[in-house]
Nanobody
Framework: HVQLVESGGGSALAGGSVRLSCAAS????????MAWFRQAPGKEREGVASIDGSGKTMYAESVKGRATISKDNAKITLYLQMNSLKPEDTATYYCMSDPRVGSAERLAPSSYNFWGQGTQVTVS
């Protein structure tokens, strides 16, 4: 079993930045594919960014150029740096992880079997 704990959310002004963290523990290692998803009220969960075991990243079009996903393999901690925040970035952000995710499916929520409780980001 994998435990994922997100932190770093909060309120930010449009144009500002936020840095999210996700600490992984349990039966996991640095080879797992990890990703950030978000879900706004009344909307479906959508992929934001992913990073695989080799460090290859993938971003949703809506955050390209504004988001950077990274991972500390020693700590098995995932990060998401979001800059130039927009009100439409307001959502609950979830960290998700799985040992096997196809390259074409890394921003699909159904590809992941483990996720955390989420952290709220509100942009005004």
């Amino acid at each position: 079993h994998v435990q994922l704990v997100e932190s770093g959310g909060g309120s930010a002004l449009a144009g500002g930045s936020v840095r999210l963290s996700c600490a992984a523990s349990g039966y996991t290692d640095s080879t797992y594919c990890m990703a950030w998803f978000r879900q706004a009220p009344g909307k479906e969960r959508e992929g934001v960014a992913s990073i695989d075991g080799s460090g290859k990243t993938m971003y949703a079009e809506s955050v390209k150029g504004r988001a950077t996903i990274s991972k500390d393999n020693a700590k098995i901690t995932l990060y998401l740096q979001m800059n130039s925040l927009k009100p439409e970035d307001t959502a609950t952000y979830y960290c998700m992880s799985d040992p096997r995710v196809g390259s074409a499916e890394r921003l699909a929520p159904s590809s992941y079997n483990f996720w955390g409780q989420g952290t709220q980001v509100t942009v005004s």
